[in-house]
């Protein structure tokens, strides 16, 4: 039963536009969410988060949306950089925490050309 | 941020076989670490979970005795594949939280195993 569903397995993006990654949900007990990006050779590192408090959490170029009643949240990068190419997960918990127990979805190429 | 080795970084053995792989963090005390196990264009799904000194806490479907899980100190964590069989084959990861990584879970690189 997959809990956290990512249903686009790549993206590709033009530098300079923007990058939306989506990520929906089915367990209502979930109440943190969670963005990580990995990097090929190496683990995911955390990038941003949100709370279910909220419905937006913006870190720079980062901005994470949730829509508690659609069960979707979205990651919007903008501007896009070549550098922001890897894969992205969602992960959701319902702890309250980061440092719980952690469901991943499965992960959002995403190619952004110079 | 917070770094976490996994060793070793690939690994093929025969079937029947054991394998360890090891999980440090390096310059943080991990109270608490977690294994992952990723199959290809899936999810990284939870295996367990242990706590530094007390024995770890399995997710449901996943065999204790076939993956032990050892966390003796507040550095290292060890997951063992025990008579491994092909279709234990996948990408093993751990990461770790502590009291200097609070609310953030720190991951390893990953470690690629082949049972042939």
């Known amino acids: 039963d997959q809990q956290v569903k990512q249903n686009s397995p790549s993206l590709s993006v033009q530098e300079g536009r923007i990058s939306i990654l989506n990520c929906d949900y089915t367990?209502?007990?979930?109440?943190?969410f969670l963005w990580y990006k990995k990097y090929p050779a190496e683990g995911p590192t955390f990038l941003i988060s949100i709370s279910s408090i909220k419905d937006k959490n913006e870190d720079g170029r980062f901005t994470v949306f949730l829509n508690k009643s659609a069960k979707h949240l979205s990651l919007h990068i903008v501007p896009s950089q070549p550098g922001d190419s890897a894969v992205y997960f969602c992960a959701a918990t319902y702890d309250g925490t980061s440092y719980g127990k952690l469901t991943f979805g499965q992960g959002t190429i995403l190619t952004v050309h110079p | 941020g917070a770094v976490v080795s996994q060793h070793p970084s690939w690994v093929i053995c025969k079937s029947g076989t054991s394998v360890k792989i090891e999980c440090r963090s390096l310059d943080f005390q991990a109270t608490t670490m977690f294994w992952y196990r990723q199959f290809p264009k899936q999810s990284l799904m939870l295996m367990a979970t242990s706590n530094e000194g007390s024995k770890a806490t399995y997710e449901q479907g996943v065999e204790k005795d076939k993956f032990l899980i050892n966390h003796a100190s507040l550095t290292l964590s060890t997951l063992t594949v025990t008579s491994a069989h092909p279709e234990d084959s996948s990408f093993y990861i751990c990461?770790?939280?502590?009291?200097?990584?609070?609310?953030?879970?720190?991951f390893g690189p990953g470690t690629r195993l082949l049972v042939l």
């Open positions: 367990n209502s007990m979930f109440d943190y």
């Open positions: 990461s770790a939280t502590g009291l200097a990584s609070q609310e953030t879970q720190y």
